[in-house]
């Protein structure tokens, strides 16, 4: 091997280093960012969630109350405003309860996976690798 080659094999593998460098710090990036992205939509789906669980409770002293004057009913007393508050804050409460799950599908679709776009990356150089013919050299 000449100087020119031996040279040029030292540029190409001190650009090859760099780029693999930037490469995995941009993939590291790209996860921190998903992971971020999924942290706030599992934050929506808590707060959707503790709104639900809060009408729920609401709804159950409503259940108690219906339940009360259903008792009460059977000595004449007026039962169905509670029982409909109730029913009410059960469509409130199963609407939120929806939108939390649905809000929790949508952030586990982002959950990040570092690791499969590591492994696509080492797929591409090993196909760049082996379709470079010997001998070649890019400067």
């Known amino acids: 091997m000449s100087d020119d080659q031996k040279a040029t094999m030292?540029?190409?593998?001190?650009?090859?280093?760099?780029?693999?460098?930037?490469?995995?710090?941009?993939?590291?990036?790209?996860?921190?960012?998903?992971?971020?992205?999924?942290?706030k939509r599992f934050g929506l789906a808590a707060g959707l969630f503790a709104v639900a669980g809060v009408l729920a409770l609401f709804m159950l002293g409503w259940l108690i109350q219906a339940m009360f004057f259903g008792w009460l009913a059977l000595t004449g007393a007026n039962w169905g405003a509670a029982l409909l508050t109730a029913l009410v804050l059960l469509v409130i409460t199963g609407i939120l309860a929806g939108a939390g799950i649905?809000?929790?599908?949508?952030?586990?679709?982002?959950?990040?996976?570092?690791?499969?776009?590591?492994?696509?990356?080492?797929?591409?150089?090993?196909?760049?690798?082996?379709?470079q013919p010997e001998g070649e050299t890019h400067e």
């Open 102 to 131: 649905a809000s929790v599908k949508k952030a586990q679709e982002h959950i990040p996976d570092p690791a499969s776009g590591v492994k696509t990356d080492v797929g591409i150089i090993k196909s760049a690798i082996k379709s």
């Open 10 to 39: 030292g540029m190409l593998f001190s650009r090859f280093s760099a780029q693999i460098s930037t490469l995995f710090r941009a993939e590291i990036a790209l996860a921190k960012s998903q992971a971020k992205e999924s942290g």
